[in-house]
């Protein structure tokens, strides 16, 4: 089944904890991305990567980190988390960037 | 970081009603999209306009591009239950990134 599959769905820590999400994808896709989802501000991309050697910068890219050393992970690292980071984290992918992107199930973050 | 202003926010509606959502940018987007996001799921596309002044339509959901490629509407004819969710709007940014800029959602419910 094609999916992108994100792990953990749910997740409590604490401030300064170190933290990756992991986002992987089977359907051999180019484009993947992060959006942090907040109320009353929809979704905001966090990084997105065109492919394995391009990584660029969203919106909202302070706190967090990337990488994307095989086409189909792109794990998200929180070096140090603080409160503010509290949201609900999709990963997406496309075939390429001007194609349907497909959405992870999401991940739950709390920042104590 | 730069939003979509999308209205309304949220709206009742009876069931068998028309709906209309609109989302307006202060600059230029050459690709225009619309998702729905149902509890608990990422969200999914419906339909993606990629030229200014494009009419389309995906069943009961009709999309347009508009002229200035700034803004876009989304109708929904003839509402159904299952229409419930929040809607997104988001456009596509390619001038020297290629990065996701979304609304911030009309929660729509419909009442039967």
């Known amino acids: 089944e094609a999916q992108v599959t994100q792990n953990p769905r749910y997740l409590i820590t604490v401030t300064g904890k170190k933290l990756t999400v992991t986002c992987s994808q089977n359907m051999n896709h180019e484009y993947m991305s992060w959006y942090r989802q907040d109320p009353g501000l929809g979704l905001r991309q966090i990084y997105y990567s065109m492919n394995v050697e391009v990584t660029d910068k969203g919106d909202v890219p302070e706190g967090y980190k990337v990488s994307r050393k095989e086409k189909r992970n792109f794990p998200l690292i929180l070096e140090s988390p603080s409160p503010n980071q509290t949201s609900l984290y999709f990963c997406?992918?496309?075939?390429?960037?001007?194609?349907?992107?497909?959405f992870g199930p999401g991940t739950r973050l709390l920042v104590l | 970081g730069q939003q979509l202003n999308q209205s309304p926010q949220s709206m009742f509606i009876q069931e068998g009603e028309d709906v209309s959502m609109n989302c307006t940018s202060s600059?230029?987007?050459?690709?225009w999209l619309w998702y729905k996001q149902d509890p608990g799921e990422g969200p999914v596309l419906l339909i993606a306009?990629?030229?200014?002044?494009e009419l389309t339509s995906n069943g009961r959901l009709t999309a347009q591009f508009g002229i200035t490629r700034k803004d876009s509407f989304l109708n929904i004819s003839a509402s159904i239950p299952s229409d419930v969710g929040i809607y997104f709007c988001a456009g596509l940014r390619t001038s020297g990134t290629y990065k996701y800029i979304f609304g911030t959602g009309t929660r729509l419910k419909v009442l039967a």
């Open positions: 306009l990629y030229k200014a002044g």
């Open positions: 997406a992918s496309s075939k390429t960037v001007w194609e349907t992107q497909y």
């Open positions: 600059s230029i987007f050459n690709t």
